[in-house]
C-alpha cells in the first residue's frame, strides 16, 4: 500500500526535523561523499538536503510500490503512456543515434527520425553557407522563429545557452500574441535577408498563426507575394495545416504526435538551434541527452540521478510540505532554463486527477521559478533566506566559463554559487548575530534593536548540480535529466505527465471574449450572460478605450 509508504517517510521526517540539516552536517562530515552521485563530470549533490540513508532507502521502496521501473520501461517501449490522448512518449528516439531501434506499436521509428535529422541538417547547411538565399538572392543573416511554448522555450533556451557556439546567422524568436513582440523583432531587420521558421506542433495555435500572417505580410509587403516561398519554413506535425498556409513542403519538416511540445526541441523544433550552433554541434546536444537516457535506464536507484533528484523532489513536496522550487543557474546564458523547466514541469505535473480519473491524495507538482545568479541575489534571495516559506533551491554551475580572459569573473561567480548554498544551510543565530554586531563597535542598545534582524534561520535545503562546462552535450544531458525527473515524481503521484488539458478553457474563452472586444453583443444563454460580470465589465471598459 502506498499510504504505507508515506506514514512511513512522515514518521521518519518527524524523527529527522529536531536533528535538522546543519545537525546532520555536524554529525556526519562525509555528507558530501555520501550524498552526492556524478555521472561523468556531471555531479549532483543531495548533501544540503535533509536526508539520510534511511531516508533514501525509503522513497527507493516509494519508487519500487509506484512500480517506477516498469513504468520507465513502458515509456522507452513506446507504450500508450499518455493515456488521455492515447500517446506514446517517445522523445528519448529523438536523441536515439546509436544505430539501435526504437518502437512503437511494433514499427521501428528511427528511420523517419534520421531522416528528418538529415533533412535538417541539408537545410541548415544550406543557409549557413548562403547556398539557400532569400527571394533577391541575399544571403540570410537573421532567422525568426515563430512559436510559443514548447515551440519556443526550447530553441530559445538552447540558442542563447549556446551562444558561445554560435556561428550561423543571427537567431531571433517571437512567441507572444502582443504585436509589440513581432514589431520589435522585426524593426532592426532586412525582409530581404530574414527567413521565418514557423514552428507549431499543431500549427493551430493562434499566437503562432497571428504571428506568422503578420510576418507574411511583412515578407509580401516589402518583396511581394512571390517572395513568401523563399522566406519561410515550417515545423509541425499537421502537414495539411502547413500546406494550407503555403508553405513548400521541401522547407516543411514533420515530427510525431508521440513528441509532446515541451519534449519537442529534440526534434526538427530544435531547427533554429542546428542553424545557429551547426549540425554537428546539434547532434553532441542530442548525445548528451542519449547518454543521461542510458543512465536513467540502467543505473541502479543508489546512482541515478533522475531517480535522485525526482525523489527528492517528491521528498520535499509532500513529506515536508514544500510547495515550491527555485532553479537558480549560475550562468547568465541559462536565463531562460527557469521559464523552460517551468512548462516542463508545472505543465506535466500540475494535475489534479490520477490516471484513473479519480482525485489525488498526495500533493503533485510545486510552483516552479527561479533567475540566474549572481541577479537573484540582488532581487529574491532576501526570501529564500529569510521569509517565513521554505523553498528548496536548486543551483547549476559550470566549472569552467566561456571566457577565458575573465577568469575572475567566473571564480566570484563560482564563489557566490557555493556561498548562497552554504548561507541557506548554516544561517546565522541570534548569538552570533550579536557578537558581529558587537564587532562592528555599535553600542549594546543598537545590537539589541538590530540582533533580530540579522538572524537567518539556516537549515534551508539545496541540491547542486556541477558540469564542468556548458558545452552542447552537457546542456542535452542537464535537459535529460530534469525531464526524467518530471516523469519519475509524475510516476511517485501516479499522473498523466504528458497531457495537459488545463490550458484549454483559457484558449476557450479568450475566443468566445474576441467578439465582445470588437464591439459585437456576447450571446447569452437562458435567462444567464455567458461571461461573469467582472470579465463583462473589464471587457467594455477595454473596449471603451481601445475605441477611443
Ligand atoms: O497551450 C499549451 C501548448 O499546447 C503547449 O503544450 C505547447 O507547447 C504550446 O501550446 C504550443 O503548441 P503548438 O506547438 O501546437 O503551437
Redesign the pocket.
Known amino acids: 500500500m502506498t499510504a504505507d509508504h508515506w506514514q512511513r517517510l512522515r514518521d521518519h521526517a518527524e524523527t529527522l526535523k529536531p536533528i535538522g540539516l546543519r545537525g546532520l552536517f555536524s554529525a556526519e562530515n562525509n555528507r558530501f561523499e555520501r550524498f552526492s552521485v556524478s555521472l561523468d563530470d556531471l555531479t549532483l549533490d543531495l548533501s544540503k538536503t535533509l536526508i539520510t540513508e534511511e531516508t533514501l532507502g525509503l522513497l527507493f521502496a516509494l519508487a519500487d510500490n509506484c512500480q517506477l521501473m516498469a513504468r520507465r520501461a513502458a515509456m522507452f517501449q513506446g507504450a500508450p503512456i499518455n493515456t488521455t490522448e492515447d500517446r506514446a512518449a517517445l522523445h528519448v528516439a529523438l536523441r536515439n543515434l546509436s544505430g539501435a531501434p526504437m518502437y512503437l506499436g511494433g514499427a521501428d521509428v528511427m528511420p523517419e527520425v534520421l531522416t528528418t535529422l538529415a533533412r535538417m541538417s541539408a537545410f541548415s547547411a544550406a543557409i549557413r553557407s548562403g547556398s539557400l538565399t532569400g527571394h533577391r538572392g541575399a544571403r540570410f543573416t537573421d532567422v525568426v522563429n515563430i ?5 519556443d522555450l526550447g530553441p530559445a533556451m538552447v540558442t542563447a545557452a549556446l551562444a558561445p557556439y554560435a556561428d550561423g546567422p543571427r537567431l531571433h524568436f517571437v512567441s507572444n500574441v502582443d504585436g509589440a513582440h513581432i514589431a520589435d523583432t522585426l524593426k532592426p531587420l532586412d525582409p530581404a535577408t530574414t527567413l521565418f521558421i514557423v ?7 493562434t499566437e ?1 498563426m497571428t504571428n506568422a500572417a503578420t510576418a507574411r505580410r511583412w515578407i509580401a509587403g516589402a518583396l511581394g507575394e512571390e517572395a513568401v516561398g523563399s522566406h519561410f519554413a515550417a515545423v509541425s506535425t499537421a502537414l495539411d495545416k502547413v500546406a494550407e498556409f503555403g508553405i513548400d513542403k521541401t522547407r516543411v519538416f514533420g515530427f510525431w504526435d508521440w513528441v ?3 519534449y ?1 526541441v529534440w526534434s526538427a523544433i530544435g531547427l533554429p538551434v542546428m542553424i545557429a550552433i551547426g549540425a554537428e554541434r546539434f547532434e553532441a546536444f542530442l548525445g548528451g541527452a542519449h547518454a543521461m537516457d542510458l543512465h536513467f535506464q540502467q543505473a541502479p536507484m543508489a546512482r541515478n540521478l533522475p531517480v535522485l533528484l525526482g525523489l527528492a523532489g517528491v521528498w520535499h513536496r509532500n513529506v515536508l510540505g514544500y510547495g515550491a522550487r527555485a532553479i537558480l543557474p549560475y550562468d547568465q546564458r541559462l536565463a531562460r532554463l527557469p521559464a523552460y523547466l517551468q ?1 516542463l514541469d508545472m ?1 506535466s505535473n500540475g494535475k489534479r486527477v490520477s490516471r484513473d480519473g479519480t482525485a489525488v491524495t498526495e500533493a503533485t507538482g510545486p510552483l516552479v521559478w527561479g533567475e540566474p545568479g549572481t541577479n537573484g541575489q540582488h532581487a529574491f534571495f532576501q526570501l529564500l533566506h529569510q521569509g517565513t516559506d521554505v523553498i528548496p533551491c536548486e543551483f547549476i554551475i559550470a566549472a569552467e566559463g566561456h571566457e577565458p580572459d575573465l577568469a575572475h569573473h567566473h571564480r566570484q561567480l563560482v564563489a557566490s554559487c557555493l556561498a548562497q548554498s552554504e548561507a541557506l544551510l548554516r544561517g546565522r543565530d541570534l548569538a552570533e548575530a550579536r557578537r558581529q554586531l558587537t564587532a562592528e563597535g555599535h553600542p549594546a542598545d543598537v545590537v539589541e534593536k538590530l540582533a533580530p534582524h540579522k538572524v537567518f534561520p539556516g537549515n534551508r535545503p539545496s541540491i547542486t548540480l556541477v558540469h564542468d562546462k556548458t558545452t552542447p552535450y552537457a546542456l542535452g544531458r542537464l535537459i535529460a535529466l530534469y525531464e526524467h525527473r518530471v516523469f519519475v515524481e509524475g510516476t511517485i503521484w501516479n499522473i498523466n505527465s504528458f497531457d ?1 488539458w488545463g ?1 484549454e478553457l483559457g ?1 476557450e474563452l479568450a475566443c468566445a471574449l474576441l467578439p465582445l472586444l470588437a464591439g459585437q453583443t456576447p450571446e447569452t444563454g437562458p435567462g444567464e450572460p455567458v461571461h461573469d460580470s467582472s470579465t463583462l465589465g473589464l471587457a467594455r471598459r477595454l473596449c471603451r478605450a481601445m475605441r477611443e
Open positions: 512559436g510559443i511554448g514548447g515551440s514552428a507549431s506542433k499543431t500549427f493551430t495555435t503562432t509532446g511540445g515541451r519537442s512548462q505543465e495537459q490550458v484558449k
